[in-house]
């Protein structure tokens, strides 16, 4: 409302006062030309007020205020639970199935090295008698013996020591050592490690597993 009648500090009219015209104040609480609200002199505005108006929210910089249609669906939230929870068993699953495969070379291998273990001795004796010359190329028995071979090389089990090869710890024990220039001792040509030259017993190894080490003699290049 208009104020068409100011008052001076002492309760007089303003219009009253001698040499002065009339005194208009507008005390309305908000401002018809900015739509703001109106302070009386002297206040300040409220630290916990947005300035420049106490009727309305605070707009966020850069967009509209959030309502309700911003907030995330529940069933959008419970989607994102499900995958999280399915890709953690995909997981899982792939480590189990690694882990039983892992297992089962585990359990097959050692099941083929008892196998190969009860069959040492026989081993021995084909590989005797080759060395002999009792097992001859196109006799009965030197076909059977080579089918026994070939029947332990499908399941992973390799035959290792033989003449000439290069002595390695792991596969092979050397029982004796020769020198070179020993009688029957014979190095091939350009040998500059610790060779191979006797077999005593063959070694047999199952997927790089050893079974038995190679018995062997070894000399060194002179």
Not at 75 to 86: F, G, K, N, S, V
Not at 91 to 103: C, D, K, L, P, Y
Not at 164 to 192: K, S, Y
């Amino acid at each position: 409302m208009t104020d068409i009648h100011g008052t001076q500090p002492g309760g007089a009219p303003d219009e009253e006062r001698p040499g002065s015209g009339p005194v208009i104040r507008d005390r309305r609480l908000i401002d018809p030309e900015t739509g703001q609200v109106r302070r009386p002199e002297g206040q300040q505005p409220s630290a916990d007020a947005p300035q420049g108006s106490s009727t309305q929210e605070a707009t966020p910089a850069g967009g509209p205020p959030a309502g309700p249609e911003d907030e995330p669906h529940p069933d959008t939230a419970l989607a994102a639970e499900r995958l999280e929870e399915m890709r953690r068993m995909q997981a899982e699953f792939v480590n189990f199935r690694n882990r039983t495969q892992r297992e089962r070379e585990g359990d097959r291998d050692r099941a083929t090295s008892s196998v190969v273990e009860a069959l040492l001795p026989v081993m021995d004796d084909i590989h005797w008698a080759r060395e002999h010359g009792d097992l001859a190329e196109g006799t009965p028995f030197a076909a059977i013996a080579d089918k026994l071979g070939q029947t332990l090389e499908r399941f992973g089990v390799k035959q290792v020591g033989a003449v000439g090869e290069i002595f390695d710890p792991n596969v092979h024990e050397a029982l004796m050592h020769m020198p070179a220039d020993a009688p029957g001792v014979e190095l091939p040509e350009g040998t500059t490690e610790m060779t191979v030259v006797q077999v005593m017993q063959p070694g047999f190894v199952v997927n790089d597993k050893v079974v038995r080490a190679a018995r062997v003699a070894v000399a060194d290049p002179a």
